[in-house]
């Protein structure tokens, strides 16, 4: 059989290898990206913009990152949980859903239709999450989508109110499946204790996600108050990064909102997307293994180039958590994450490890321009912090995508709404073929 499979996957790369000057020839925009880095145009969008540059006479010019939902500046929309006021996450997606930020009665409103659909139908964790448990948790979330698809007697349904409450229900319901499938799989993997615990009615996404993942269930105003800030930040963010794109290409197709919803999932889930938040904590760790001094920029910058040299960690040339498709300076988003992991970790067993991912951020961009000769400004982006902030939290490394999944729900649905009523027209772009045409033998002369 080996000898078999040998010969069957021996040409594979082979087989699956295009020219690279055909991309050229061809002028073929790889990765929907222009010559200059930037984005091809490939839709409208009311719901988000995301800003990283301006462009002058023709020429990419660096701007500070912002970032605006509905025309709102992601700064004045955490605000609040910033200040310690209120949870943030609820009425965001409100904003998204509605175009407009809600009153006090609108709000509470919404909370009650998200807090009433919290519950999962009977035998669902039993058959669904925990039999089998998946050792990857996006692809439980993803498989609990499709799966809820059968419990739901209206699934094929396109109305406007079946579109709204099931992404109402599934902005419910994820956080409660990714703790459950987070104790599933501790339980089939590591010999753990499966923890079911109750989610307790009126509290905030933020609220919830620790109390059921707490074994005492206990949390601070402060702790919840900061994974409020994270959902916030990561709830949505244009038209064009991998996954929105994913679930408008595929509602474009006409198909049902879960599946859609799980198309996205399973983009979400790549480490070039919002996987890397786990990739920089697991990069972090090769760098204290072969860096002794961490405060020794010279010891970093070397190691650090042997990353983007290949020569380290997972070999694929990348510093993950530095740079962007679109900031360019900063990422708004990463400033804010890291204003609050500073006030977490100060006076704590954290501050060390915070100082070294800071020491990366500022040592990066001089790295990239030594070894490949880029300009190019380079930024941290959000995945830089997140996983730092989660973990101070006490929140698995498991959970970090998958909480991205809870939290972008919200934008997904957005999109898929807005694809819905202006799009009209299925997404079909054009591959140009590079094969000869060959000449067809019997199966007895080839």
């Known amino acids: 059989m080996s000898d078999q499979k040998s010969s069957f996957y021996q040409d594979f790369e082979r087989i699956n290898q295009i020219a690279p000057e055909f991309y050229d020839r061809f002028d073929v925009k790889r990765g929907l990206r222009n010559a200059d880095g930037t984005g091809v145009i490939a839709g409208l969008t009311n719901i988000c913009n995301v800003h990283g540059y301006m462009i002058s006479d023709g020429e990419v010019c660096p701007d500070q990152g912002r970032l605006t939902l509905r025309g709102y500046e992601i700064e004045d929309l955490v605000s609040p949980a910033v200040k310690g006021q209120r949870y943030c996450f609820e009425g965001l997606c409100y904003l998204l859903f509605n175009g407009k930020l809600p009153t006090e009665s609108e709000l509470a409103e919404f909370i009650a239709l998200i807090d009433a659909q919290r519950e999962l139908p009977d035998g669902f964790t039993a058959h669904n999450i925990m039999d089998p448990a998946t050792a990857d948790i996006c692809n439980c979330l993803a498989r609990s989508v499709l799966m809820l698809y059968a419990k739901d007697p209206d699934a094929e349904s396109r109305n406007i109110a079946h579109e709204i409450s099931t992404a109402i229900s599934l902005i419910s319901r994820l956080p409660r499946i990714a703790v459950l499938a987070h104790f599933a799989k501790q339980a089939a993997f590591s010999g753990g204790s499966?923890?079911?615990?109750?989610?307790?009615?009126?509290?905030?996404?933020?609220?919830?996600?620790?109390?059921?993942?707490?074994?005492?269930?206990?949390?601070?105003?402060?702790?919840?108050?900061m994974l409020d800030i994270m959902l916030t930040l990561h709830a949505e963010h244009g038209g064009g990064n991998n996954s929105t794109f994913a679930i408008r290409v595929v509602t474009s197709a006409d198909t049902d909102p879960y599946s859609a919803y799980a198309a996205a999932i399973g983009s979400l889930k790549g480490s070039r997307h919002g996987g890397a938040n786990a990739k920089v904590m697991a990069m972090q760790e090769d760098i204290k293994a072969h860096v002794s001094n961490w405060e020794n920029d010279d010891e970093l910058a070397s190691y650090l180039t042997k990353l983007v040299n290949k020569q380290g960690f997972d070999g694929s040339g990348l510093i993950y958590g530095m740079g962007h498709a679109v900031y360019t300076i900063s990422d708004p988003r990463a400033v804010i994450c890291q204003k609050f992991a500073e006030q977490l970790a100060a006076n704590t067993k954290y501050e060390a490890e915070l100082k070294l991912l800071q020491s990366i951020e500022r040592l990066t961009p001089q790295v990239f321009a030594d070894v490949k000769g880029s300009t190019k400004p380079l930024c941290a982006n959000i995945d830089m912090y997140s996983g730092f902030i989660y973990t101070m939290l006490g929140i698995p490394e498991d959970l970090f995508t998958p909480l991205f999944v809870c939290s972008r729900m919200s934008g997904w649905a957005a999109h898929r709404f807005e694809e819905i009523v202006s799009g009209k027209r299925i997404m079909r772009p054009a591959y140009k073929s590079t094969s000869p045409v060959v000449e067809y033998l019997p199966r007895e002369k080839r």
């Open 194 to 225: 499966m923890i079911m615990h109750r989610f307790v009615p009126g509290q905030s996404t933020a609220e919830t996600i620790l109390s059921m993942l707490r074994s005492n269930r206990e949390y601070t105003a402060a702790e919840a108050q």
